[in-house]
Nanobody, 115 residues
């Protein structure tokens, strides 16, 4: 059974930093990409950043230069370093795995940025 567990969310002041982690277990197939998405209240879930097995990354424009995604292929973990956080970054952040047999989501971790 595939399970994704996010951690590292919390409350931080604007300008601060947080590091999110996602541990994927129960995966015995090839992973194409891992990523982070977020959903703010009243808004649709949006892509934040993705990273392929080869290390290619993609970011939504609003986080470029502030967020960095990385992964540990051997441990099936993905990270999101978030710097210079803004109140508009407040959302539930979800980890996603794109595998050859399907896509899987974590339960989410709340990130709240106060002004």
């Amino acid at each position: 059974q595939v399970q994704l567990v996010e951690s590292g969310g919390g409350l931080v002041q604007a300008g601060g930093s947080l590091r999110l982690s996602c541990a994927a277990s129960g995966i015995f197939f090839r992973i194409n990409a891992m990523g982070w998405y977020r959903q703010a209240p009243g808004k649709q879930r949006e892509l934040v950043a993705t990273i392929t097995t080869g290390g290619s990354t993609n970011y939504v424009d609003s986080v470029k230069g502030r967020f960095t995604i990385s992964r540990d292929n051997a441990k099936n973990m993905v990270y999101l370093q978030m710097n210079s956080l803004k109140p508009e970054d407040t959302a539930v952040y979800y980890c996603k795995v794109d595998g050859v047999f399907g896509n899987y989501w974590g339960q989410g971790t709340q990130v709240t940025v106060s002004s």
